[in-house]
């Protein structure tokens, strides 16, 4: 080994470049929001922070216990790269339950969140110049995630007429010879939006007309619905093409397990060996007692899920009531997930007290954040603007301070 001699200095080169891969992608905007108003709150300043995608509950009770039993029992060694045989029950039975397809272990993978699990299936399959459809609005990372690994986020923007879902002309129409994969999140981050089985298989016709064309459906929502409408998993929709559809979910939203990093994916189990592969080389696995602990969750009593959602769904009502009630602003009435998306089109234009116009919706955001001291992302970072998104896993007392700090600031515009 070379390397410096006791008491000699150590020689740190004097520029550092990171590699093109990092260079291309963004540091996530949500991410970023939060930091920003972090900064702020140590400040001094008072901030209602609307930017958190995570509950503000804590995890279960049994959840917990589970865990702990895990590390007292002594599960405390790496698992196989797909996780311990209880882990992989948990979601082959979650899976049946949910979706009514009986998936093997070999069409199971596990991650560090859903988050990696897509990160990795996205490594696992694309090379250069790949490219990945992404309709908007979308989760902030999934084009970040593509640009990583060398492919390129085709964005399809979707529209108000269609409820902001993709329609099959727009799917067809962006289908190149490159095209590897088409992203559906349902319900979605940052809108909300449900798409049902009828429009599901809409896309579904498309789909089979070209067979190099695979699904990554997102579900990590899917529990956290506010419709009469029951939740259609893609691929249970999608009966022709379901091996090419790769479903991915998590522990995260429903069972208010952020910090707990763990997710899953299923599908094809070719794909499923290629990112399994490549898992071993990343991480081996994730935590043990994550997994002990999300068996639990996906397996045992579900009375949380159900009060949870109850829960989220006042306030969503609340929400909306308090924000639609705004002078130019004008939320979405999201299906699912715990977000408010709000188009503020009205606003832009228009001047604050001290003579800035508002031209584009960061400008929105950064003067809630300035004038009202409420922190929101604004809409330009999921690919639709002028918009922003308000978070409402956060008590009913947060959101009407929020509501009122927001309508006082946009009274003082001009
Ligand atoms: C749409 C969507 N997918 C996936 C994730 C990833 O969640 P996790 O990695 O915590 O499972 C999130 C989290 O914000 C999300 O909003």
Redesign the pocket.
Known sequence: MSGTAPGEPITVPDDFTPAARVLRIRESPSVAASARARDLKAQGRTIIDFTV?EPDFDTPRNVKDAAIAAIEAGQTKYTAVNGTPALRAAIRSRMLRTSGIEYTDPQLTIGG????V?YMAFAATLDPGDQVIIPTPY?VSYPDMVLANDGTPVIVSTRPDSAYKLTPTALEAAITDRTKWLVL?TP??PIGVLYTPAELAALAEVLERYPHVWVLS?E??DEILYTSQPFAGVAAAMPGIRSRVFTVN?V?KTYAM?GWRL?YGVGDPRLIAAINKLQSQVSSCPSSISQAAAAEALTGDQSFVTDCVGAYRSRRDLALRLIGAIDGLTPITPDGAFYLYIGCGDLIGRHTASGAQLRTDEDVTLFLLEAAGVAVIQGSAYGTAPFFRMSFATSESVIEAGAAAIAGAVATLR
């Open positions: 995608g969140g859903g988050k990696q897509i989760w999140n979605s981050n997102d990590i929502y998590g995260s952020t997710g």
